[in-house]
């Protein structure tokens, strides 16, 4: 596995690992036309290029080079067959006035539980401490119990709760936070 900046050419395949991450995270708490309303927005191409071409923020990627099960988009936006150096995740975050702040991190589902999510976010803890952050929190909707186990079990604690609107419905997100 390799952890590398992404570049524009990347963003097609990011947003697939987002929806792909979404379905199977929260199948059961949100709706599929949800799903899609909130991948369409959060990782239009303008968006994605605009935070993949800004030094105040990182975007990273990992990518396999064995023929695993990742999936790429085509351009119908659907699943296609895997390929040699796929990305199987990846993580966005930015820094402001010494913190840090993780604001997203995805695994293809199909890859979870293969230490891919770790090295994803000991990078990003690495590159966030390195722009000047001093202490690093992410946030994870309150539904998503593997994504808060997840950060728990890497050394972070919940400090707070936060709202947030999805699919017009008020949500609960965790906030978790770490010293650096």
Known sequence: MEIREATENDIPTIRSVARESWRS????AVPESVVEDAVAAWYADETMTRIVGDDEQVCLVATDESEAQSASEDASGERSEPRVGEIVGFAHGATDDGEGDILRLYVHPDRWHEGIGTAL??????RLTEMGAERVQAMVLADNEMGNAFYESHGFEKTDEAETQLDG???????????H
């Open 169 to 179: 419905t008020t949500r609960t997100e965790n906030v978790y936070a770490k010293a």
């Open 121 to 126: 976010l000991e990078a990003m803890e690495d």
């Open 25 to 28: 995270a929260y199948a059961d």
